[in-house]
C-alpha cells in the first residue's frame, strides 16, 4: 500500500517520486514505468472520437488514484485519489487516512480545520468540504437526514450538524479555489529536470513557402551569480532550411537522440541506373522529444531539408514519445472568386482533430547556411 504525502494546490507523493500539478503527462509516465513493480494496473484513458473535448487520465486502479491531464497542454490539471481503502495518506507528516485511522469528518478537522462551511450537492448526493487547492467528499445516502447548516454562518464543522463518523469518500488536489473552474497550472520549476520546452512554434514563410521555424522556448536555470535563484527563462529561436547541422546545435542544443533512415525503399522506381546500389550513407534525424519537433539533414551536405512538427494525439504509434509541438502555420487559402487568404493552421485545428493527424512535414528549398544571431539569444 503507497504511503503518500499531500501538499495541498501542489503535489501527491512520496520521497522517491511526486506527480506535480503542471506535470507533463511524460514525466508521470515515466514514474510510473520507473516504480512498475510498486504501481500496477495502470490504466490510460481517453476519447477516440474527440480527444480534445475529455481529459486524458492515467487511473492507478491498484491504488485508488487518477491522474487527470489537460486535453489541450497535457499537462497534469486534477489528482483523485477515488478509494481511500487502497493508500495511506498523511498531511504535514502526519497520517489523516490508513488502515489505522479512518478518514471522518472529525479526522479532517482535526488535520486540516474548517475554515467554512462546506456545500452539499442533492443530485449527486455529496457533501463536498473545500479548502484551497484540496477537497474532500462526504456520501450522504446512508444519513437518515441530509446537512443542515446556515449559509453565512460558520464556526467549524459543528455547525454544519453533520452525523459523526461519515468517512471521507473522494479527495481532490486541484490549482486554485474552485474544482470545477480549475485550469493545468503553468509547468513547475521541479519538472524542467534540466529540459528545454517550447511554449509554441511559428512556422516562418516567404514567397517560394515554408522557410523555417522560430521557436519561443523555455528553460529553468539559476540567475546570474545565485545558484539557488531558480526561475524560468523565456528566449527565442530560429531554425532555417538549409542551416547546418552545427548551426543547429548552437541554437537548440544537442537533440534528446539522433536516427539515421533506413535505406529508401521508394527509389527503385527512379529513372537512375544506380537505383539499385546502396547509398554509403543515410539522411538523419536530430529528434528533439520536448520541443516536439523532429529536424531532418542531408548525408551529403548536412543541411536541414525537413522539418517534422508531432501533434501527440491518443492513440497514435508515437503517442507520448514526443510532447505536444504547439506550432502555427498561416497558409495561403484561393477562396472562388476571391482574393487568396492567409488561414492559420495549428495544433488544434478542426482538420487535425477531425482527422488526428500524428505531425505535421514541412519540406522547403535548399537555402545557404545561415549563421547564428545575435537577437536570438537571450538577454
Known amino acids: 500500500m503507497l504511503d503518500l504525502e499531500v501538499v495541498p494546490e501542489r503535489s501527491l507523493g512520496n ?80 497520517h489523516f487516512n490508513s488502515q489505522a485511522i479512518a478518514p471522518t469528518i472529525e479526522q ?4 486540516f480545520g ?25 456520501q450522504l445516502d446512508s444519513w437518515a437526514e441530509t446537512p443542515k447548516y446556515e449559509p453565512n454562518f460558520a464556526h467549524g464543522l459543528a455547525s454544519l450538524q453533520i452525523p459523526h463518523g461519515a468517512t471521507v469518500k473522494r479527495m481532490y488536489i486541484y490549482n486554485g479555489n474552485s474544482l470545477q473552474d480549475t485550469k493545468a497550472p503553468l ?33 529553468a536555470g539559476c540567475g ?44 527503385i522506381h527512379s529513372p537512375s541506373p544506380h537505383k539499385q546500389v546502396p547509398s554509403k550513407c543515410n539522411d538523419y534525424f536530430f529528434n528533439y522529444f520536448t520541443l516536439g519537433v523532429d529536424i531532418l539533414f542531408d548525408a551529403n551536405t548536412h543541411k536541414v531539408k525537413k522539418f517534422v512538427l508531432h501533434t501527440n494525439y491518443p492513440g497514435h504509434y508515437n503517442f507520448n514519445i514526443y510532447h505536444r509541438c504547439e506550432f502555427k502555420i498561416p497558409l495561403a487559402v484561393k477562396r472562388d472568386s476571391a482574393d487568396s487568404q492567409t488561414e492559420t493552421c495549428t495544433t488544434y485545428s478542426k482538420v487535425m482533430q477531425n482527422n488526428h493527424i500524428a505531425s505535421v512535414t514541412l519540406y522547403g528549398p535548399a537555402r545557404p547556411s545561415s549563421q547564428l544571431r545575435t537577437s536570438d539569444l537571450p538577454q
Open 108 to 111: 479532517i478537522d482535526q488535520s
Open 15 to 94: 520521497e522517491q517520486w511526486e506527480f506535480t500539478l503542471g506535470m507533463p503527462l511524460a514525466q508521470a509516465v515515466a514514474i510510473l514505468q520507473k516504480h512498475c513493480r510498486i504501481i500496477k494496473n495502470v490504466q490510460v484513458l481517453y476519447s477516440e472520437q474527440s480527444p480534445l473535448s475529455h481529459d486524458l487520465i492515467l487511473n492507478l486502479t491498484q491504488d485508488g488514484i487518477k491522474l487527470l491531464f489537460d486535453a489541450f497542454n497535457q499537462r497534469l490539471k486534477v489528482i483523485e485519489v477515488y478509494d481511500l481503502t487502497k493508500v495511506k495518506l498523511k498531511y504535514c507528516g502526519v
Open 224 to 267: 546570474p551569480g545565485v545558484l539557488a535563484d531558480a526561475k524560468m527563462r523565456v528566449f527565442e529561436r530560429c531554425v532555417y532550411f538549409g542551416d547546418s547541422c552545427q548551426d543547429v546545435l548552437s541554437t537548440l542544443g544537442s537533440p534528446h537522440k539522433v536516427f539515421y533512415k533506413s535505406e529508401d525503399k521508394m527509389k
Open 114 to 138: 474548517a475554515t467554512h462551511p462546506g456545500v452539499y450537492n442533492s443530485a449527486e448526493q455529496l457533501f463536498h468540504l473545500n479548502f484551497r487547492g484540496l477537497s474532500f467528499s462526504f
Open 187 to 219: 509547468m513547475p520549476l521541479s519538472c524542467f529536470l534540466g529540459n528545454v520546452y517550447a511554449e509554441n512554434i511559428d512556422v516562418l514563410r516567404d514567397g517560394t513557402g515554408p522557410s523555417g521555424l522560430r521557436l519561443r522556448l523555455l528553460t
